[in-house]
């Protein structure tokens, strides 16, 4: 049994912490733009 | 193998007292003493959450839940990491901008209702003592596992170094060591996983071995448990800690909006697979010891076994760092809410920064010795606690502060029914799952849940709010201040 089967076992959990990492970043970033532009004077 | 362990723990020993010392210098007023002056950098917030969520409970009892039901305890990870998102991105932003000491403080503001104040400071107290008695009482089994020390001395030592910091710190020492014994539990993490896959034989080996004992390990219900607890796991994890006041006392330390947001991302990158490692390790040390009975303490037990004694002693070090930087919280969001809270609340006169800041601390002492007999009594349903602690945390406290931050029509009678129906409700779920012969597919807590957010918004609906309640809900969206 390999990587592969394990995750096509877990694909669901796998796909769910995806999911949680993918939108940190992007929310994360715009949230992070759209604060900077709040800085600006 | 004993000097080095000694030797490991005289380091992490050290570290917190450096880090305890920094935070006394910085500490002149109630602000520094509770919030950390309100200046925390973004990497000390991420890290410090980290810390205060990884106790010995998750960092070795996690081990052996994952050893015994496979990813179905996955479920527990991923519902804390979608509660950071949200934490961070949505929560924190808006309590940071009410900018108060604790989360009782902000419920009676925001609802314009000053008995929720001391009533939920109380169940606060409450809940923070029985989850410190519970971490204390994992630093004490090191101790006493190790070398034999009476159980009540290690315990009482474990409050003694706890309560010292605290008391002489506050927020900013408990924040400063967490991230100390951050850096130690992660040392231990990355050195210690591999060692442990390649002596159990390999990831293909493991794999297949536990593949054979227990068919379905690795699919999402472990093979043993069903879909709906492993949905309820997920939102008893994902709400509880949307409630949870120790974490969300956190975002008052923050200066900025932005600091939150960059320590939300760091968070979420790092806490799924920093905890997701621990599958593995409880995979492979099920093909390494198939009949162990207590599953808790098998990493040390592999360690001891296999690993050189450097790593052992870092791992000891590891797990008292887990356990003070988890039980340091808790006690401070209690002292802190007992003096801001309840005592404020009782004097009703004036009370003075040096006052509330000397308070805090014999709180402090007082919470701790308060604890003791729960530590020492070690009773058995005290992980039933926890978790009843969590359910009614999400339940109550996380639907009302969640959507009290975001739905200005909300009511103070549509918090004080959802945190009562909430409780009580999750309360007489978990009795019923204790006593009562229930159905495999159905869990209390999901229900629950559910008609706790309805409660909220037809309560919300069929009365009226106020101005002054309107007035602090505006006062958390205005970006301006961000």
């Known amino acids: 049994m390999g990587v592969q089967d394990v995750l096509a076992d877990a694909w669901l959990q796998v796909a769910l912490a995806g999911s949680i990492l993918v939108l940190a970043v992007i929310v994360g970033s715009v949230m992070l733009r759209r604060s900077k532009d709040e800085d600006k004077p | 193998m004993n000097t080095v362990i000694v030797l490991s723990l005289v380091v992490a020993a050290f570290l917190v007292a450096w880090s305890a010392w920094h935070g ?49 305890t996955h479920w527990v990870i991923l519902g804390i990491a979608a509660s950071w998102l949200v934490i961070c991105f949505m929560v924190g932003p808006r309590l940071r901008r009410f900018g108060g000491f604790t989360i009782p403080e902000y419920l009676a503001k925001r609802f314009d209702s000053p008995l929720l104040r001391p009533v939920f400071a109380l169940i606060t107290v409450a809940w923070m003592i029985v989850l410190m008695a519970t971490v204390v009482v994992q630093g004490g089994l090191i ?113 900025k909006d932005r600091d939150l947001y ?51 002693g870092l791992l000891v070090a590891s797990l008292a760092a887990a356990v003070l930087s988890t039980a340091d919280t808790w006690l401070l969001t209690a002292a802190s809410s007992v003096t801001h809270d309840v005592v404020r609340y009782v004097r009703k006169s004036e009370v003075t920064d040096s006052q509330l800041t000397r308070w805090t601390r014999w709180s402090v002492a007082i919470l701790a010795l308060a604890s003791l007999p729960i530590a ?45 129906f909430g409780a009580s409700t999750a309360v007489l779920g978990r009795i019923m799952v204790a006593f009562m012969n229930l159905p495999e597919w159905f869990d209390p807590i999901l229900p629950t849940l559910v008609v706790t957010a309805l409660i909220v ?8 709010g106020n101005d002054k309640s309107d007035a602090v809900f505006d006062t958390l969206t205005r970006r301006a201040q961000a």
């Open chain 2, 376 to 420: 020492l009594n070690r009773p058995d349903y005290i992980i039933e606690m926890m978790t009843l602690a969590y359910t009614v945390a999400g339940a109550s406290g996380g639907i009302v502060i969640v959507t009290s931050l975001y739905w200005r029509r909300m009511t103070k009678s549509a918090a004080w029914a959802g945190l009562i």
């Open chain 2, 262 to 312: 960059k320590a939300g991302i760091a968070l979420t990158l790092f806490y799924l697979p920093f905890l997701g490692s621990m599958s593995l390790v409880g995979a492979s040390l099920r093909t390494m010891y198939p009949d162990a009975e207590d599953t808790e303490i098998l990493w040390l037990q592999f360690a001891v076994d296999y690993a050189p004694a450097v790593i052992v």
């Open chain 2, 24 to 72: 006394y210098r910085r500490t002149r007023s109630a602000t520094d003493y509770i919030v950390a002056g309100r200046s925390m950098p973004w990497w000390v917030v991420a890290g410090s959450l980290l810390a205060a969520s990884t106790s010995g409970a998750s960092f070795f009892g996690m081990v052996g839940d994952y050893n015994r039901t496979g990813f179905y």
């Open chain 2, 143 to 255: 101790f006493y596992g190790l070398w034999g020390w009476p159980y009540e001395l290690s315990v009482s030592l474990m409050l003694i170094v706890i309560s010292l910091y605290t008391i002489t710190g506050g927020q900013t020492s408990v924040m400063y060591t967490d991230f100390v014994q951050l850096i130690i539990f992660v040392a231990a993490t990355i050195v210690l996983v591999p060692i442990t896959i390649n002596v159990a034989g390999g990831f293909g080996h493991v794999a297949e071995t536990v593949e054979v004992m227990q068919p379905g390990f690795f699919t999402p219900t472990g093979g043993v448990m069903t879909v709906v607890s492993a949905m309820s796991l997920f939102f008893i994890w994902f709400l509880g800690y949307l409630g949870h006041p120790g974490l969300l006392t956190r975002f008052y330390t923050v200066k």
């Open chain 2, 457 to 464: 918004v037809v309560v919300s609906l069929r009365t009226h």
